[in-house]
């Protein structure tokens, strides 16, 4: 009789501890997971954002508001990451790009831009890539 009764009792334990679990679950796991998410998505449109901005960058003859906008750009990256700060290589060739935007302001001579202009280009690659290691979906 007992092994009769353990048969039809079975399954429906097994059920109670799946939807127990499934509880936990969304109680405890779920929102970590989904916060994760929105977090990713936004870095995703920050990125976005601040490279199409960086590629415009280099065709301006007016650089005033410019290293404003590069800072407030990093501060909304530097957001995106748990610590406050974005990871070590990341944060650097984000200020790395505001020091190069601020040097530009002062820079008269065409050779001097043009230097600049190619050097800048290769820091926005830099970080093109550096964000997509964070970004990307296709690893």
């Known amino acids: 009789m007992s092994a009769e009764v353990l048969k039809s009792w079975g399954p429906s334990i097994v059920s109670i501890i799946v939807l127990f679990i499934n509880i936990l679950y ?5 929102p970590k997971v989904s916060f994760k998410a929105r977090r990713k998505e936004q870095l995703v449109n920050i990125s976005e954002e601040f490279l199409i901005f960086l590629s415009e960058v280099v065709s ?3 650089f005033s508001g410019v290293p404003t906008k590069i800072r407030n750009y990093s ?8 610590e406050g700060t974005a990871p070590d290589h990341l944060a ?19 050779q001097d831009i043009d230097k600049w202009n190619g050097e800048f280009r290769c820091k926005v690659r830099e970080l093109r890539k550096e964000l997509a290691e964070y970004c990307g979906v296709l690893r």
């Open 75 to 82: 501060l909304k990256i530097h957001l995106c990451f748990k």
């Open 92 to 110: 650097k060739i984000l200020e790395e790009l505001f020091q190069k935007v601020r040097l530009r302001k002062g820079m008269t001579t065409q």
């Open 26 to 30: 969304y109680i405890f796991g779920q």
């Open 60 to 62: 301006y003859s007016d």
